[in-house]
């Protein structure tokens, strides 16, 4: 009897030991995917400060680094993307959604955030006035491009998002983002994995109308939601990842959600 006990102790041992590590699904993005600290301090959440909700957390880790005011260039030369890269494992995915602070200035003394519009290779060099140093900025596909081509060296999945739509309205309808635009080409040129959010979610923001959604999802400015808003968003985030064909993170899923 002690002998069974004593088998059965090493294989539950061994299995403990040679059993594979929990994939992580990182978020990187701005205040529409983690508003301050993520926890709807000021009354403003971002969508990926819910997206757990839609996973068993059993079987994947996440990890939400999203951060408010950033680019798809700033991100990277504050160093947030290399501290992921560190990290970053075969198996793991990589969510990324960038744009709303992309169209701001490329150099100034306040923000210094602004990325060259489209998708092309050209750029422009500069002696940042805000951080006092050389740099060469890229355009804002360049950017993601680099995300993308890097998550995958690592063998691991990047699932590109176009930016969730603000409470802008033009004729009745909500004017749809170039970003998105530029995000899509980003992923197609690639082989990434897209969900148009943009999209998506403008057409549900589409059955309502301006004054609506902000009393019932944007109470304080047209870009930043409530927990409400928040909720819509990170469960049409998944209804999008749904729908991408062969993507390994659906097996992840709540299936009930």
Same mark, same amino acid.
């Given at each position: 009897?002690?002998?069974?006990?004593?088998?059965?102790?090493?294989?539950?041992?061994?299995? =403990?030991?040679?059993? %594979?590590? +929990?994939?992580?699904?990182? $978020?990187?993005?701005?205040?529409?995917?983690?508003?301050?600290?993520?926890?709807?301090?000021?009354?403003?959440?971002?969508?990926?400060?819910?997206?757990?909700?839609?996973?068993? *957390?059993? @079987?994947?880790?996440?990890?939400?680094?999203?951060?408010?005011? @950033?680019?798809?260039?700033?991100?990277?030369?504050?160093?947030?993307?290399?501290? $992921?890269? %560190?990290?970053?494992? %075969?198996?793991?995915?990589?969510?990324?959604?960038?744009?709303?602070?992309?169209?701001? =200035?490329?150099?100034?003394? *306040? @923000?210094? @955030?602004?990325?060259?519009?489209?998708?092309?290779?050209?750029?422009?060099?500069?002696?940042?006035?805000?951080?006092?140093?050389?740099?060469? &900025?890229?355009?804002?596909?360049?950017?993601?491009?680099?995300? $993308?081509?890097?998550?995958?060296?690592?063998?691991?999945?990047?699932?590109?998002?176009?930016?969730?739509?603000?409470? &802008?309205? +033009?004729?009745?309808?909500?004017?749809?983002?170039?970003?998105?635009?530029?995000?899509?080409?980003?992923?197609?040129?690639?082989?990434?994995?897209?969900?148009?959010?943009?999209?998506?979610?403008?057409?549900?923001?589409?059955?309502?109308?301006?004054?609506?959604?902000?009393?019932?999802?944007?109470?304080?400015?047209?870009?930043? *939601?409530?927990? =409400?808003?928040?909720?819509?968003?990170? =469960?049409?985030?998944?209804?999008? &990842?749904?729908?991408?064909?062969?993507?390994?993170?659906?097996?992840?899923? &709540?299936?009930?959600?």
């Amino acid at each position: 009897m002690k002998k069974t006990f004593l088998f059965l102790s090493i294989i539950v041992f061994s299995l =403990a030991f040679t059993q %594979k590590p +929990k994939p992580t699904l990182y $978020i990187i993005g701005d205040s529409t995917v983690k508003n301050g600290s993520g926890k709807g301090s000021d009354g403003q959440w971002g969508w990926g400060s819910l997206i757990h909700e839609h996973f068993d *957390t059993t @079987r994947i880790h996440i990890e939400n680094h999203a951060i408010g005011g @950033r680019s798809s260039r700033t991100f990277l030369t504050e160093g947030r993307w290399e501290r $992921i890269l %560190k990290n970053l494992k %075969k198996g793991d995915f990589v969510m990324m959604q960038f744009g709303h602070n992309d169209g701001g =200035a490329i150099n100034d003394t *306040t @923000r210094a @955030r602004g990325t060259i519009k489209g998708t092309g290779e050209e750029t422009q060099e500069i002696d940042n006035l805000l951080t006092k140093k050389h740099e060469i &900025v890229h355009s804002y596909g360049w950017y993601m491009r680099k995300y $993308i081509a890097e998550t995958k060296e690592k063998g691991a999945t990047p699932i590109v998002f176009s930016p969730v739509p603000r409470n &802008v309205w +033009k004729e009745g309808k909500i004017p749809r983002d170039q970003y998105g635009k530029w995000a899509a080409e980003s992923a197609q040129t690639t082989g990434a994995f897209f969900v148009d959010l943009n999209e998506l979610v403008s057409v549900k923001y589409e059955l309502s109308n301006e004054a609506k959604l902000k009393a019932d999802f944007f109470p304080i400015d047209h870009t930043h *939601t409530n927990y =409400a808003g928040a909720k819509l968003n990170a =469960a049409t985030v998944v209804e999008g &990842v749904k729908t991408l064909k062969k993507c390994k993170i659906k097996k992840y899923l &709540v299936q009930n959600k």
